[in-house]
């Protein structure tokens, strides 16, 4: 297994270039895959040294380096990213090493980031060797651990932009250690967003008005969440029982805060 | 409190003598040894539930980087035999087969040890065992245990009559009578989902061979024992093998003997002729098997609550059947029902089946906690039907006079069960929370209050086996007044051995930091059986105590000699007598170095004594039941949970337990065997489950399916003691450190009940989890 | 390649999949670092790469080199104690002693960048660690106490 640190994006692009290498974020995901053998990459490419990291504010919005930690979002008062990342489990070990860029490039269904992304409106930017793309979140995720990228592209900046909506975030576990297993992602402005993670394959949007959001909340999440996803923590149907649960929770919690 | 000895020691909490080694990160954990020219072992598990093995071919494998062998079962064969039972079914008149270290012929569960790679490092093991190639003609299989008992489902071991491996029937009196005649019968069934013990370090093993005698380092609880098996599998006499358990990094039964790859590592390292080292992934540990299964009983009462008779089915599943102690398990949910409650008309049928998965091995709780939660249902149930307060239910059952002889012929040596649930009412605020109810319900919350009662026999001997209800201890006083106590039982952590050097300083009369302990090493401490059921404290205690008041009277009759006065004490390391004073390492070094000048006082300070406690009888009765228990601890546990009834999660709110182990010798200790032993229970009652895929894999294999209590999921545990002295063991303590766990589940599912009353669920089995609460709640609704 | 432990420099040879845990453990000799999962998920193998905590399973050892590395070996100066080890000791916050380290590094982070943490500041940071042995309690009592000394 060949392994690169490369110091920039160039030297990222580069090295993913021949689309057979593993891109290593903060790792917290790719590592123990390798090492159960259900990865088994002929090269590595870390991308601990090429400056992705961070957040700055660019205009009417906010760009954030695809190798952000969570500790770091959590500092930030980046809407709902901010939250979730707080409510992110696995202790502050992972918190400071799981990156925001690596989870939306893993989009395990039962995750945080991928819901509040497509709430968001973000756009996910892309580099490969010369090139550069932007693909809005709700097309970046395509399924159950499948992205819009190419084997030789790398996620660089996910740009989000200001929003006067009021945000709602509002995670279901079983139990402090499981993963998600239903997450709403509410954005509360002259309509009602909110996007469901962890019930379906790839997050559910699910818009609302106003005046008629609980009363049509139920019906309208039945109609969206035809496929809920199944794993063994938790059976499908019981994810869609309480998926309009918990996306209730979260419009409340925005509205309360507007 | 109750009376303690009158020396200090006894009854404070000195902090871990261990502590300073474990906090700095110096302690050495089974894998920390590495000893010059280390080679590592890889376990090739079947990947079939049930099947012949056709072919193995380790050719690949063989010629992979770095290694040194592959071995197969057949060629294992030709070097060792079967592992011996730790506790044989054929003894108790059920179906054995033997247990090899590799499989033969024929896998019965996914994970089942087919072949071993040993290379020179973890990672060139591993990779080489992912060549092994392994073709099986698959068999059908059968995973569920009740389906394992229909006539013609697959059969594990073909030679048996069917998939079970015993059937018994236990109890007393006329049952079926007793429940002809009583006021209202309440039935129920129960599914107690498989759990496992996960020690947040995982198993392993150490093994090297100098000429003919065998070290092995293991993480093991019972260092004798593996010793014996390890003797008969692989025919080597027990005096060329020394065994030394490594710090163990939690156990709760799993690290009892009788694994597979304890036989299978000391034989990699006699072929490969290298020290092997193997320890589990864990996705292996997670395999272990820790309780399965399912229970139906019926109870009848009287209207005013009086519970006249017990009649409960129980089908447990053990997986496939195993050399270790687990697969005895579910006598002891038979034997300990019904608990601390006075009903003689009681049957109990148990059947233990096997099912094409993993076995199960010991379990804190050792079946014991699911005669509990049973016990505690059936109670509930009653009150319910009713119309009564639960507690009330429990106040009119409890024993008061002790002994007391159970209709499975326990012989309970004391307790105050009234004790126990008064001062849990009292501190949970029993009163002021059924108050509360009411109005949170009509706010749409769900708050409930749930007891549970356990009775924990502990320290248990079984005759003919190694579960042994004596132990043996040596205490050593050097020429420098220094003491080395050496002692059969084993620490896999709890802290027994802070206890017994308490122990014996306070016997001996000097200061606990001149104690050294030693445990665990096969060539140093007298012949023991380390660690399982609440045992350690009562008869390693009990021994140390024996041996440590043979030393203090040799110490007293030289003191004596010195002094020339019969009136001599020690305290504090001091000798003193006739207005003078000596330190004890003066007296010491006065007998060992003029022995000859102090006169007929034989000149050795060394004494090597068993304890064994009283209550044990292994005489059947005329029903053939026999007592082989001398103390039984005793506890009341309530617990006080919210239900959100939109999604189906409890959230724990308060917990008190209240304690009655007898004596205690270190009460931190104490609670913090309480507290782990709670913590295991309310797992396995709210998140804790091993699920199989329908092929019979492990779908559950790491820590974010198999879900743990967390840090944030346990509220303060408050705890209660009460000390009723065991009339039958030398301190008066009995054993703590399995009770807990069936108490937690019971007071956790009546709590969960209570909550949903407005429903009318009815609990039927754990774990409670968040889809299982809501389909508990479904299922009530009209 | 070199890795940086507890203040010292070590030149070790790795294959590059070889994990930070392993390195350290198996390379550079030090054991007080523990493994209980290699997923991430048990915190037993906690250490401290350049200030933050990092479970030492999910890090390429490769991926370290240029970092400061900190390893339970380092917490105490000789024989003293650091606090939050006595606390750990005082409270009886732990049993089988496994978990500790990594219960040790994950609490002085803690306690080091949150003056007066709540008990959900508390129960939170040690989130991603666990115990089966203690039930908990202690070591909360342990970080507790560890704080206000
Ligand atoms: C104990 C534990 C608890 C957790 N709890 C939560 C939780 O509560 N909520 C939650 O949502 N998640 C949780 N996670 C998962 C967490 O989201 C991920 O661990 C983390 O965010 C992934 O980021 P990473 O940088 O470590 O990804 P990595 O492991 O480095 O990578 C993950 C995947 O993304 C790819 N990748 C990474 N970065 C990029 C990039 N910039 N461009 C292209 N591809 C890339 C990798 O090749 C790999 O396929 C938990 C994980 C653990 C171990």
């Given at each position: 297994?060949?392994?690169?640190?490369?110091?920039?994006?160039?030297?990222?692009?580069?090295?993913?270039?021949?689309?057979?290498?593993?891109?290593?974020?903060?790792?917290?995901?790719?590592?123990?895959?390798?090492?159960?053998?259900?990865?088994?990459?002929?090269?590595?490419?870390?991308?601990?040294k090429?400056?992705?990291?961070?957040?700055?504010?660019?205009?009417?919005?906010?760009?954030?380096?695809?190798?952000?930690?969570?500790?770091?979002?959590?500092?930030?008062?980046?809407?709902?990213?901010?939250?979730?990342?707080?409510?992110?489990t696995?202790?502050?070990?992972?918190?400071?090493?799981?990156?925001?860029?690596?989870?939306?490039?893993?989009?395990?269904?039962?995750?945080?980031?991928?819901?509040?992304?497509?709430?968001?409106?973000?756009?996910?930017?892309?580099?490969?060797?010369?090139?550069?793309?932007?693909?809005?979140?709700?097309?970046?995720?395509?399924?159950a651990?499948?992205?819009?990228?190419?084997?030789?592209e790398?996620?660089?900046?996910?740009?989000?932009?200001?929003?006067?909506?009021?945000?709602?975030?509002?995670?279901?576990?079983?139990v402090?250690?499981?993963?998600?297993?239903?997450?709403?992602?509410?954005?509360?402005?002259?309509?009602?967003?909110?996007?469901?993670?962890?019930?379906?394959?790839?997050?559910?949007?699910?818009?609302?008005?106003?005046?008629?959001?609980?009363?049509?909340?139920?019906?309208?999440?039945?109609?969206?969440?035809?496929?809920?996803?199944?794993?063994?923590?938790?059976p499908?149907?019981?994810?869609?029982?309480?998926?309009?649960?918990?996306?209730?929770?979260?419009?409340?919690?925005a509205?309360e805060?507007? | 409190?109750?009376?303690?000895?009158?020396?200090?020691?006894?009854?404070?909490?000195?902090?871990?003598?261990?502590?300073?080694?474990?906090?700095?990160?110096?302690?050495?954990?089974?894998d920390?040894?590495?000893?010059?020219?280390?080679?590592?072992?890889?376990?090739?598990?079947?990947?079939?539930?049930?099947?012949?093995?056709?072919?193995?071919?380790?050719?690949?494998?063989a010629?992979?980087?770095?290694?040194?062998?592959?071995?197969?079962?057949?060629?294992?064969?030709?070097?060792?035999?079967?592992?011996?039972?730790?506790?044989?079914?054929?003894?108790?008149?059920?179906?054995?087969?033997?247990?090899?270290?590799?499989?033969?012929?024929?896998?019965?569960?996914?994970g089942?040890?087919?072949?071993?790679?040993?290379a020179?490092s973890?990672?060139?093991?591993?990779?080489?065992?992912?060549?092994?190639?392994?073709?099986?003609?698959?068999?059908?299989?059968?995973l569920?245990?009740?389906?394992?008992m229909?006539?013609?489902?697959p059969?594990?071991?073909?030679?048996?009559?069917?998939?079970?491996?015993?059937?018994?029937?236990y109890?007393?009196?006329?049952?079926?009578?007793?429940?002809?005649?009583?006021?209202?019968?309440?039935?129920?069934?129960?599914?107690?989902?498989?759990?496992?013990?996960?020690?947040?370090?995982?198993?392993?093993?150490?093994?090297?061979?100098?000429?003919?005698?065998l070290?092995?380092?293991?993480?093991?609880?019972?260092?004798?024992?593996?010793?014996?098996?390890?003797s008969?599998?692989?025919?080597?006499?027990?005096?060329?093998?020394?065994?030394?358990?490594?710090?163990?990094?939690?156990?709760?039964?799993?690290?009892?003997?009788?694994?597979?790859?304890?036989?299978?590592?000391?034989?990699?390292?006699?072929?490969?002729?290298?020290?092997?080292?193997?320890?589990?992934?864990?996705?292996?540990?997670?395999?272990?098997?820790?309780?399965?299964?399912v229970?139906?009983?019926?109870?009848?009462?009287?209207?005013?609550?009086?519970?006249?008779?017990?009649?409960?089915?129980?089908?447990a599943?053990?997986?496939?059947?195993?050399?270790?102690?687990?697969?005895?398990?579910?006598?002891?949910?038979?034997?300990?029902?019904?608990?601390?409650?006075?009903?003689?008309?009681?049957?109990?049928?148990?059947?233990?089946?096997?099912t094409?998965?993993p076995?199960?091995?010991?379990?804190?709780?050792?079946?014991?906690?699911?005669?509990?939660?049973?016990?505690?249902?059936?109670?509930?149930?009653?009150?319910?039907?009713?119309g009564?307060?639960?507690a009330?239910?429990?106040?009119?059952?409890?024993?008061?006079?002790f002994?007391?002889?159970?209709?499975?012929?326990?012989?309970?040596?004391?307790?105050?069960?009234?004790?126990?649930?008064?001062?849990?009412?009292?501190?949970?605020?029993?009163?002021?929370?059924?108050?509360?109810?009411?109005?949170?319900?009509?706010?749409?919350?769900?708050?409930?209050?749930?007891?549970?009662?356990e009775?924990?026999?502990?320290s248990?001997?079984?005759?003919?086996?190694?579960?042994?209800?004596?132990?043996?201890?040596?205490?050593?006083?050097?020429?420098?007044?220094?003491?080395?106590?050496?002692?059969?039982?084993?620490?896999?952590g709890?802290?027994?051995?802070?206890?017994?050097?308490?122990?014996?300083?306070?016997?001996?009369?000097?200061?606990?930091?001149?104690?050294?302990?030693?445990?665990?090493?096969t060539?140093?401490?007298?012949?023991?059986?380390?660690?399982?059921?609440?045992?350690?404290?009562v008869?390693?205690?009990g021994?140390?105590?024996?041996?440590?008041?043979?030393?203090?009277?040799?110490?007293?009759?030289?003191?004596?000699?010195?002094?020339?006065?019969?009136?001599?004490?020690?305290?504090?390391?001091?000798?003193?007598?006739?207005?003078?004073?000596?330190?004890?390492?003066?007296?010491?070094?006065?007998?060992?170095?003029?022995a000859?000048?102090?006169?007929?006082?034989?000149?050795?300070?060394?004494?090597?004594?068993?304890?064994?406690?009283?209550n044990?009888?292994?005489?059947?009765?005329?029903?053939?039941?026999?007592?082989?228990?001398?103390?039984?601890?005793s506890s009341?546990?309530?617990?006080?949970?919210?239900?959100?009834?939109?999604?189906?999660?409890?959230?724990?709110a308060?917990y008190?337990?209240?304690?009655?182990?007898?004596?205690m010798?270190?009460?931190?200790?104490?609670?913090?065997q309480?507290?782990?032993?709670?913590?295991?229970?309310?797992?396995?009652?709210?998140?804790?489950?091993?699920?199989?895929?329908?092929?019979?894999?492990?779908a559950?294999?790491?820590?974010?399916?198999?879900?743990?209590?967390?840090?944030?999921?346990?509220?303060?545990?408050?705890?209660?003691?009460?000390?009723?002295?065991?009339?039958?063991?030398?301190?008066?303590?009995?054993?703590?450190?399995?009770?807990?766990?069936?108490?937690?589940?019971?007071?956790?599912?009546?709590?969960?009940?209570?909550?949903?009353?407005?429903?009318?669920?009815?609990v039927?089995?754990?774990?409670?989890?968040?889809?299982?609460?809501?389909?508990?709640?479904?299922?009530?609704?009209? | 390649?070199?890795?940086?432990?507890?203040?010292?420099?070590?030149?070790?040879?790795?294959d590059?999949?070889?994990?930070?845990?392993?390195?350290?453990?198996?390379?550079?000799?030090?054991?007080g670092?523990?493994?209980?999962?290699?997923?991430?998920?048990?915190?037993?193998?906690?250490?401290?790469?350049?200030?933050?905590?990092?479970?030492?399973?999910?890090?390429l050892?490769?991926s370290?080199?240029?970092?400061?590395?900190e390893?339970?070996?380092?917490?105490?100066d000789?024989?003293?104690?650091?606090?939050v080890?006595?606390?750990?000791?005082d409270?009886?916050?732990?049993?089988?002693?496994?978990?500790?380290?990594?219960?040790?590094?994950t609490?002085?982070e803690?306690v080091?960048?949150?003056p007066?943490?709540?008990?959900?500041?508390?129960?939170?940071?040690?989130?991603?660690?666990?115990?089966?042995?203690?039930?908990?309690?202690?070591?909360?009592?342990?970080?507790?106490?560890?704080?206000r000394?």
């Amino acid at each position: 297994m060949r392994y690169t640190r490369p110091a920039d994006v160039d030297g990222v692009t580069a090295a993913l270039a021949d689309g057979d290498a593993v891109v290593v974020g903060g790792g917290t995901m790719v590592v123990p895959e390798m090492t159960h053998g259900r990865v088994r990459p002929s090269a590595v490419v870390d991308l601990a040294k090429a400056g992705l990291a961070g957040i700055a504010r660019d205009g009417d919005g906010w760009v954030i380096g695809a190798m952000t930690t969570y500790t770091e979002l959590a500092r930030s008062n980046v809407p709902l990213l901010a939250t979730a990342a707080r409510g992110i489990t696995g202790g502050p070990q992972i918190r400071n090493r799981g990156t925001v860029g690596g989870s939306a490039s893993y989009a395990n269904p039962s995750s945080d980031v991928p819901a509040v992304l497509v709430a968001l409106g973000a756009r996910m930017r892309l580099a490969r060797r010369g090139g550069a793309r932007e693909v809005p979140a709700a097309e970046f995720f395509a399924g159950a651990f499948r992205t819009a990228r190419e084997p030789d592209e790398v996620l660089t900046a996910i740009t989000v932009p200001d929003t006067a909506a009021a945000p709602g975030y509002v995670k279901f576990k079983l139990v402090e250690g499981s993963w998600p297993i239903v997450t709403a992602a509410a954005l509360a402005g002259p309509t009602i967003r909110v996007v469901l993670g962890g019930a379906a394959a790839a997050p559910v949007v699910v818009e609302l008005e106003r005046a008629s959001w609980r009363a049509r909340l139920r019906s309208e999440v039945d109609r969206l969440l035809t496929e809920p996803w199944d794993d063994v923590l938790a059976p499908g149907h019981y994810r869609a029982r309480i998926a309009p649960v918990i996306a209730a929770r979260a419009v409340a919690g925005a509205l309360e805060e507007a | 409190m109750a009376a303690l000895p009158a020396r200090v020691g006894i009854g404070s909490s000195p902090r871990k003598r261990d502590g300073a080694a474990l906090l700095t990160g110096r302690a050495l954990f089974l894998d920390d040894h590495r000893p010059e020219g280390l080679l590592h072992a890889v376990v090739v598990r079947s990947e079939v539930a049930h099947g012949r093995i056709r072919a193995i071919d380790t050719a690949a494998a063989a010629a992979a980087p770095g290694v040194a062998l592959v071995l197969t079962g057949a060629e294992a064969a030709k070097h060792a035999g079967p592992v011996p039972y730790f506790i044989d079914p054929a003894a108790r008149g059920g179906n054995r087969t033997d247990i090899r270290c590799l499989q033969v012929d024929k896998v019965v569960h996914v994970g089942q040890p087919v072949a071993a790679v040993v290379a020179a490092s973890r990672h060139e093991a591993q990779a080489a065992a992912d060549l092994v190639r392994i073709t099986y003609d698959v068999l059908p299989h059968v995973l569920d245990a009740r389906a394992a008992m229909a006539q013609d489902a697959p059969r594990l071991y073909e030679d048996w009559p069917g998939n079970v491996v015993a059937h018994n029937r236990y109890g007393s009196g006329d049952p079926d009578a007793a429940l002809a005649a009583a006021d209202v019968v309440v039935e129920g069934e129960l599914r107690i989902a498989r759990t496992t013990t996960a020690p947040i370090e995982p198993r392993g093993y150490l093994a090297s061979w100098q000429g003919d005698r065998l070290t092995v380092h293991a993480s093991c609880q019972n260092p004798h024992q593996l010793r014996w098996m390890l003797s008969v599998s692989l025919g080597v006499d027990e005096s060329r093998i020394r065994i030394v358990t490594a710090k163990v990094g939690g156990s709760f039964g799993l690290k009892m003997q009788g694994h597979p790859e304890e036989t299978l590592v000391a034989l990699l390292s006699l072929l490969a002729d290298a020290p092997v080292k193997w320890v589990e992934d864990r996705r292996e540990t997670l395999m272990a098997g820790a309780r399965e299964q399912v229970h139906r009983f019926r109870v009848g009462a009287t209207s005013d609550g009086r519970i006249t008779g017990l009649v409960n089915e129980i089908v447990a599943d053990i997986g496939a059947l195993t050399a270790q102690a687990g697969w005895a398990m579910p006598n002891m949910s038979a034997t300990t029902q019904p608990s601390g409650y006075a009903v003689q008309d009681v049957r109990v049928e148990l059947d233990i089946v096997c099912t094409n998965k993993p076995p199960c091995n010991a379990a804190r709780g050792f079946g014991k906690d699911a005669a509990h939660f049973v016990m505690e249902r059936a109670v509930d149930l009653v009150a319910r039907e009713l119309g009564m307060d639960p507690a009330e239910v429990r106040r009119r059952n409890f024993v008061r006079e002790f002994p007391y002889r159970t209709a499975t012929g326990l012989n309970i040596d004391s307790g105050d069960f009234d004790g126990l649930l008064d001062k849990t009412l009292d501190a949970v605020d029993y009163a002021g929370i059924r108050r509360g109810q009411a109005e949170s319900r009509e706010r749409g919350r769900y708050l409930g209050v749930g007891l549970g009662f356990e009775l924990t026999p502990e320290s248990s001997d079984s005759p003919g086996t190694f579960v042994s209800g004596f132990d043996t201890t040596t205490v050593r006083m050097s020429v420098t007044g220094m003491v080395t106590v050496l002692t059969g039982v084993t620490s896999p952590g709890g802290g027994n051995d802070t206890g017994i050097a308490q122990i014996v300083a306070t016997e001996l009369g000097v200061p606990i930091e001149w104690v050294e302990l030693v445990q665990g090493d096969t060539d140093r401490c007298p012949n023991g059986f380390g660690n399982f059921s609440g045992r350690s404290m009562v008869v390693g205690g009990g021994s140390a105590t024996l041996a440590a008041r043979d030393v203090r009277a040799k110490l007293l009759a030289v003191a004596a000699r010195l002094f020339e006065t019969s009136e001599v004490d020690i305290r504090d390391g001091i000798a003193s007598g006739g207005g003078r004073e000596l330190p004890v390492p003066e007296v010491a070094r006065a007998l060992l170095t003029r022995a000859f000048a102090i006169g007929d006082i034989e000149p050795v300070l060394e004494s090597t004594r068993a304890y064994k406690p009283g209550n044990i009888n292994h005489v059947p009765d005329e029903l053939g039941r026999i007592q082989p228990y001398p103390t039984y601890s005793s506890s009341l546990h309530a617990a006080v949970v919210e239900v959100d009834a939109e999604t189906g999660k409890v959230t724990l709110a308060d917990y008190v337990m209240t304690h009655d182990c007898g004596t205690m010798i270190n009460p931190a200790l104490v609670e913090g065997q309480a507290r782990g032993a709670v913590t295991m229970g309310l797992g396995s009652a709210l998140s804790e489950q091993l699920v199989f895929a329908a092929d019979g894999s492990l779908a559950s294999n790491r820590f974010k399916s198999y879900l743990l209590p967390r840090a944030g999921d346990i509220p303060l545990l408050r705890m209660i003691h009460q000390v009723t002295p065991s009339p039958f063991a030398m301190h008066g303590n009995k054993g703590a450190g399995e009770a807990g766990v069936g108490g937690a589940q019971a007071a956790v599912a009546n709590a969960v009940e209570d909550a949903l009353a407005p429903f009318g669920v009815t609990v039927r089995g754990v774990p409670l989890s968040p889809p299982n609460v809501l389909a508990l709640i479904d299922e009530a609704r009209p | 390649m070199k890795l940086t432990v507890n203040g010292v420099e070590h030149e070790i040879d790795v294959d590059p999949r070889t994990l930070l845990v392993h390195a350290i453990r198996e390379q550079v000799g030090l054991t007080g670092t523990h493994v209980g999962c290699l997923t991430g998920d048990c915190g037993a193998c906690t250490v401290v790469v350049d200030g933050q905590t990092t479970k030492s399973c999910s890090v390429l050892a490769l991926s370290a080199e240029g970092s400061a590395v900190e390893t339970i070996e380092s917490l105490a100066d000789g024989d003293d104690l650091h606090p939050v080890q006595q606390a750990f000791w005082d409270e009886f916050g732990f049993q089988c002693g496994f978990c500790l380290p990594g219960m040790l590094l994950t609490a002085k982070e803690l306690v080091e960048s949150t003056p007066d943490p709540t008990d959900d500041d508390i129960l939170r940071a040690i989130d991603g660690n666990l115990c089966r042995c203690t039930g908990y309690n202690t070591i909360v009592a342990a970080v507790r106490k560890a704080a206000r000394s």
